[in-house]
Nanobody, 115 residues
Framework: QVQLVESGGGLVQPGGSLRLSCAPS????????MGWYRQTPGNSREWVAS???????NYADSVKGRFTIRRDNADNKMYLQMNSLKPEDTAVYYC?????????WGQGTQVTVSS
């Protein structure tokens, strides 16, 4: 098994920035398919961004150019740098990873973008 713990959420004004962190309980090198998802009340969870072991990244169109995902083997963490935040980015953000062909999710961290 693996536990994923997110941190870094909070309240920020439109145009501001936040950095989310995801800390796995195992060596991040053995965890595949890492990514960030978000969910708002009454809606299904949506994919935001993903990063593979080699560092290649992909982003949802809604966040492309504003968000940056990376995994840091030295820190043993995955990050999501969110810039130019908009009210529509408000959601609970979840970290996801795959270990031994099973999906694992963190508990989520709330991001609220409001003036």
């Amino acid at each position: 098994q693996v536990q994923l713990v997110e941190s870094g959420g909070g309240l920020v004004q439109p145009g501001g920035s936040l950095r989310l962190s995801c800390a796995p309980s195992r060596d991040i090198a053995v965890i595949r398919g890492m990514g960030w998802y978000r969910q708002t009340p009454g809606n299904s969870r949506e994919w935001v961004a993903s990063v593979v072991s080699g560092g290649a990244t992909n982003y949802a169109d809604s966040v492309k150019g504003r968000f940056t995902i990376r995994r840091d083997n030295a820190d043993n963490k995955m990050y999501l740098q969110m810039n130019s935040l908009k009210p529509e980015d408000t959601a609970v953000y979840y970290c996801k990873g795959v270990y031994r062909n099973r999906d694992y999710w963190g508990q989520g961290t709330q991001v609220t973008v409001s003036s």
